[in-house]
């Protein structure tokens, strides 16, 4: 019985990055075609399927624009410095 | 009394923590990226500073947000100030209208994207919240690659991943995004 749900689980796991993947438009045709196939036996990747698409529209709809790593770093070099300066002020 | 265990100060994760959701937070409101930029700056300066005041009595990242938003507030005062004084001026186009004038123009047609912009805050908290639950790799390759809109290829090199890795990596964070967004907001 267990064997069967971690084969099951293992199964999943696998549908499941084709559907990411397919979020971002990068499964290739096969693996769209796999997919589909096994999302009309399985229960619990339609439900992943269904939320996952969800997940992506409403990130989309939020909007987010994020810094980019060199704007990040340079927060972290001027807290550094900050954190320097005070620690030898007080040194 | 020192602070509670989990709500302790830590400058040195507090950009890779919070810079995100903190410049989410300003560009809705000051609608420049520069100036966002400066006040968050601003913000980490004041939170080095009054470290010390810092009870742990609400989570580290409630704390940064209550000083940016006196540094939003200090900016419009600023901006404010230097043009000399805030100034109304209503105009009387047209010379037989008097009378409905006021109710015309006053009225606020800004009251759906006010809504609106209540909303995507909401929305933006909640997918931080739940951002900052997953673990550290996880929410790093999920920001790449779902705000960022890295290629693949380019997150594998950066991060010396192969791609059948970082996929599996995704989908954890996207399964756990997923719960997460489904309890708060879906």
């Not at chain 2, 809109?149 to 995004?177: G, Q």
């Amino acid at each position: 019985m267990s064997t069967s749900k971690n084969l099951r689980h293992s199964l999943c796991e696998k549908y499941g990055v084709f559907c990411d993947k397919c979020q971002y438009d990068e499964a290739s045709i096969w693996e769209k075609l796999k997919l589909k196939f096994h999302l009309i036996m399985c229960g619990e990747c339609r439900k992943y399927s269904q939320k996952n698409t969800q997940l992506s529209e409403v990130i989309k709809n939020a909007k987010l624009s994020n810094l980019t790593p060199e704007e990040q770093e340079s927060f972290k070099m001027l807290l550094q410095k900050q954190m320097q300066n005070s620690s030898s002020k007080n040194s | 009394m020192p602070p509670s265990k989990e709500n302790q100060i830590n400058p040195e994760k507090w950009v890779d923590r919070y810079s995100d959701f903190l410049f989410n937070y300003t560009i809705t409101r000051v609608n420049n990226r520069d100036i966002a930029k400066d006040l968050i700056s601003e913000t980490f300066l004041a939170g080095l500073k009054s470290m010390k005041n810092f009870k742990g009595e609400a989570t580290e990242r409630t704390w940064l947000v209550s000083i940016l938003k006196r540094k939003i507030i200090d900016y419009y005062r600023k901006i404010n100030s230097n043009k000399g004084k805030a100034e109304v001026k209503i105009n009387y186009n047209n010379e037989g209208d008097d009378g409905d004038w006021l109710e015309e123009q006053v009225a606020d047609h800004d009251d759906v994207t006010a809504e609106d912009t209540l909303m995507n805050d909401e929305l933006k908290s909640t997918i931080f919240n739940c951002l900052s639950s997953l673990p550290e790799q996880q929410a790093k390759v999920f920001k790449m690659k779902t705000i960022d809109n890295y290629d693949t290829e380019v997150i594998c090199n950066d991060l010396n991943i192969s791609p059948s890795n970082l996929w599996v990596i995704i989908h954890r964070a996207r399964k756990k995004m997923a719960d997460c967004m489904e309890d708060k907001w879906l």
